[in-house]
């Protein structure tokens, strides 16, 4: 119940085009979904969240879309550049309950082709 | 801007061997993590700190694992004995205070390989 399932493992893109990431999760306790950018050699970086009281929010050319009753959440790289190139990883927690930590999702090996 | 560092970058270590991990957090981050990342997977939680005293260890090996922050800023993260399946990057982060939506910002990590 503590699991966040990620797919797919890994994503080619040609420069320009869409890149998706889906997850999803079984516990209805999580309402804080963040996704995080690694490089290679670099810790991750927060990229983008959400909250369950939105159906999406867009940063940019990142936009994540939520989907509360199939429980599951997607990010969403409009005009993939060869620099987004990066492993991504989807998380969920509770986030008023310190108790809660941060759970990843397997992570995602993006490569954008130029 | 600030970082959290991290040191060694990289260590290999024959098993059997002790082997400590260093993680300096930034400054006036209250919280403090410690995460295995096996290749291929996300980071797991192995340690939460808030300021010196531990509030999530549930994950961490204790029989050969320990953390310390004496004095609520940087942290060690001790291996002893490192065995084969300790081979991972470890990685540190820290946030301003607990609470899943506080941003946590990661270090570079320590890759651990151990012979």
């Known amino acids: 119940q503590q699991q966040v399932k990620q797919s797919p493992q890994s994503l080619i893109v040609q420069k320009g085009g869409i890149s998706i990431i889906n997850c999803a999760y079984e516990?209805?306790?999580?309402?804080?979904f963040p996704w995080y950018q690694q490089f290679p050699g670099k810790g991750p970086a927060l990229l983008i969240a959400?909250?369950?009281?939105?159906s999406e929010k867009k940063e940019g050319r990142f936009t994540i879309s939520f989907n509360k009753s199939a429980k599951q959440f997607s990010l969403h790289i409009m005009d993939s550049q060869p620099g987004d190139s990066a492993t991504y990883f989807c998380?969920?927690?509770?986030?008023?309950?310190?108790?809660?930590?941060?759970?990843f999702g397997s992570g995602t090996r993006l490569l954008v082709r130029p | 801007e600030a970082e959290v560092a991290q040191s060694p970058r990289y260590k290999i270590t024959e098993k059997s061997q002790a082997v400590a991990f260093w993680c300096d957090p930034i400054?006036?981050?209250?919280?403090l993590y410690w995460y295995r990342q096996i290749l291929g997977q996300g980071p797991e939680l192995l340690v939460q700190?808030?300021?010196?005293?531990?509030?999530?260890d549930s994950q961490l090996p204790k029989d050969r694992f320990s953390a310390e922050r004496l004095k609520g800023v940087d942290s060690t993260l001790k291996i002893q004995p490192a065995e084969l399946g300790d081979s991972a990057m470890y990685l540190c982060?820290?946030?301003?205070?607990?609470?899943?939506?506080?941003?946590?910002?990661f270090g570079p990590g320590t890759r651990l390989t151990v012979l």
């Open positions: 700190f808030q300021d010196e005293s531990v509030v999530d």
């Open positions: 400054s006036g981050h209250a919280t």
């Open positions: 982060a820290s946030s301003l205070s607990s609470g899943g939506a506080n941003e946590q910002f």
């Open positions: 998380a969920a927690t509770r986030s008023m309950d310190s108790s809660y930590k941060l759970i």
């Open positions: 516990n209805t306790a999580f309402d804080y």
């Open positions: 959400i909250r369950p009281d939105v």
